[in-house]
């Protein structure tokens, strides 16, 4: 009986990595065209759209010191100084409590716009250190713009949480 259950199992699991090898090696087969037309696609969309050249006027700002819960606002100004039209394709912050906006239109050579980048300060005790990085049509792709400065804890036993080192007994 021992035999006839262990041949059993032995059947089964053999069964089963024979078929999950398979369907790994399916996977594999029909996912490298893809990748292949993925990676031609991408160069030559890269070769056709021309490039623009993006300058800011203020690439970092520095907010001083705020209270917690505050909100700061600025505009990061810049002018397209290219021969083409400038598109910015994304804006990503690098924390979820700085958002960024911007128009999503063509900026002609010679023209101007804005980046307006808005950090809550909520939660956020201590020195402030974010970035935008801004994807576009110019070379290089990414460009990124710098947000800093010092939040004032509303806790003033949380004030100095920033300067403190190894771990927090409570």
Known sequence: MKKVVLSVTLVTCFGLFSCEKSAKNQENNNSQPNTTTTSTQ?????????????????????????????????????????????????????????????????????????????????????????????????????TVLYLKGKVKSKNPQMQDLSQMKGPIKQ
């Open 42 to 142: 991408s160069t030559g969309n890269s070769q056709e759209q021309p490039k623009a050249s993006i300058k800011f006027a203020v690439m970092e700002y520095d907010f001083g010191e705020i209270n917690e819960g505050e909100k700061v606002k600025y505009a990061f100004k810049f002018t397209n100084d290219g021969k083409n039209p400038l598109v910015i394709q994304d804006a990503k912050p690098s924390c979820g409590c700085t958002v960024p906006t911007y128009s999503k239109d063509p900026v002609p050579p010679g023209g101007s716009g804005e980046i307006i980048a808005e950090f809550d300060s909520n939660g956020r005790p201590g020195e402030v250190n974010k970035t935008i990085t801004i994807t576009a049509n110019t070379e290089p792709t990414t």
